[in-house]
């Protein structure tokens, strides 16, 4: 009777924390897709824009530009759909469909694209190198996930698509810690370094810990 609490005590908590993370991963999602629509106007009077406005002169970063926002928002919104168990239970199909279009979206337009716009980059070296590096990460995690699915490795999938998914949330993460730094009055170009290492960083060591508490749970299963 005792451990049938416990356990039932152990799943409701278990059931919170993935609601107090799921919630806000969601509002701030679909706030970023929000605020991304606006861009499509193709209006010049946006601060990105006026900011580099002479990198808009080209033809050719001006629609990696909007190709990146849009395959952004894209595959964003796709991997909450990949990462929804109600969906994986209810439809598999829908997982598939969605895992595609974000695979496809990352390696042939939002990676590429960010490798060619991160030589053009806001700040010093480290932080286009930071953005290169974030691009290529991208392109990579997404590729070896790929690759382990095709292979039948679902475990391996799923890892490498957790690694995947939180280089392409620094979109959502850096914004956050910039709201944040800007109403503690940080200077401007400050906070757009710090809250740029800190999305990446972050991210990084959350996916890693998500993947070692998952594979912590994978290997008790066999433990039995």
């Not at 009777?1 to 799921?22: E, I, P």
């Not at 209810?90 to 716009?117: D, E, N, Q, W």
């Not at 996930?145 to 999938?157: D, F, Q, S, V």
Request: proline share 1%; glycine share 4%.
């Amino acid at each position: 009777m005792l451990n049938s609490r416990v356990t039932t005590l152990r799943r409701s908590a278990g059931v919170f924390a993935r609601m107090l993370f799921w919630l806000p991963v969601g509002f701030f999602s679909l706030l970023l897709i929000y605020n991304t629509l606006p861009y499509f106007s193709f209006s010049g009077e946006f601060d990105f824009i006026r900011e580099r406005s002479f990198l808009f002169e080209s033809r050719f970063y001006k629609t990696c530009f909007y190709v990146h926002i849009l395959a952004g928002a894209i595959c964003i919104g796709a991997a909450l759909i990949q990462f929804s168990k109600y969906v994986l239970k209810k439809s598999t199909m829908i997982h598939r469909i969605s895992g595609r279009v974000y695979v496809f979206v990352v390696l042939c337009l939002g990676a590429p694209t960010g490798v060619y716009m991160s030589f053009f980059a806001k700040g010093s070296f480290w932080e286009r190198s930071l953005f290169l590096f974030m691009a290529l990460s991208w392109f990579i995690t997404t590729w070896y996930g790929l690759a382990a699915i095709l292979k039948r490795n679902i475990l391996a999938h799923k890892i490498w698509m957790i690694r995947s998914y939180a280089m392409a949330m620094t979109a959502v993460t850096f914004r956050i810690y910039h709201i944040v730094f800007y109403l503690l009055d940080w200077d401007h170009l400050e906070n757009y370094e710090l809250s740029l290492w800190i999305s990446v960083v972050g991210n990084m060591l959350v996916a890693e810990y998500i993947i070692y508490r998952k594979s912590k749970t994978y290997l008790k299963s066999f433990s039995i």
